[in-house]
């Protein structure tokens, strides 16, 4: 099976930049998207085909993909990011979810 | 608007089953494939399985844990997605969400329902 492979928490200062990874065999062959998560609310898919914000995602998030990694940057943090992300990818017709990370804003 | 509203979830005895509905409104339905995703408390997003668009073919895929218990399904006609989970057991507790295929995502989540199987 696929494995995707998040670190489980990340620290940032407010106004700094926050970058999460995730880590998966030939990752950038895939397409990654990363999902946010805050308590007692529904996952929101922040990034998706690697790179792109759906439509009402701030422009300080964006993606990138290559190698065996993808990573979602968050630009001037603020403390309304502070959430679970995790990120997914396709494996044949299986999607694959990363473990999660806990990004803490402080 | 978009939208997905879940519905069936409650406590079940371990063994029995249970169906979960998920109604779509604000898109096209049978254009997207549709599926679920379910979290444990405290616990990260697994995923349960989806149903392909019938332009598509409409099979079904299922994360390897749950394709011999959990069978997923869709009526077009009502844009609804329902899961059937039989064989309940323990560890199947938690929020079930139902999702939204589209451009390598799961674009709209539900508002989750939640399954506890407890005796």
């Known amino acids: 099976s696929y494995d995707l492979t998040q670190p489980p928490a990340v620290s940032v200062s407010p106004g700094q930049t926050a970058s999460i990874t995730c880590s998966g065999d030939?990752?950038?062959?895939?397409?990654a998207c990363w999902y946010q998560q805050k308590p007692g609310q529904s996952p929101v898919l922040v990034i998706y085909?690697?790179?792109k914000r759906p439509s009402g995602i701030p422009e300080r998030f964006s993606g990138s993909n290559s190698g065996n990694t993808a990573t979602l940057t968050i630009t001037g943090t603020q403390a309304m990011d502070e959430a679970d992300y995790y990120c997914?990818?396709?494996?044949?017709?299986?999607?694959?979810f990363g473990g999660g990370t806990k990004l803490t804003v402080l | 608007e978009v939208q997905l509203v879940e519905s069936g979830g409650g406590l079940v005895q371990p063994g029995r089953s249970l169906r979960l509905s998920c109604t779509g409104s604000?898109?096209?339905?049978?254009?997207?494939?549709m599926g679920w995703v379910r979290q444990a408390p405290g616990k990260g997003l697994e995923w349960v399985g989806f149903?392909?668009?019938?332009?598509?073919?409409?099979?079904?895929h299922y994360a390897a844990s749950m394709e011999d218990r959990f069978i997923i399904s869709r009526d077009d006609s009502k844009d609804i997605v329902y899961v059937q989970m039989n064989s309940l057991k323990t560890e199947d507790t938690g929020v079930y969400y139902c999702?939204?295929?589209?451009?390598?995502?799961?674009?709209?989540w539900g508002q989750g329902t939640t399954v506890t199987v407890s005796s």
């Open positions: 999702t939204r295929d589209s451009d390598w995502s799961l674009d709209v």
């Open positions: 149903i392909k668009r019938k332009r598509s073919g409409g099979t079904t």
């Open positions: 085909q690697d790179m």
């Open positions: 997914q990818a396709w494996d044949s017709d299986t999607v694959v």
């Open positions: 604000g898109f096209i339905f049978r254009d997207h494939g």
């Open positions: 030939k990752l950038g062959n895939k397409h």
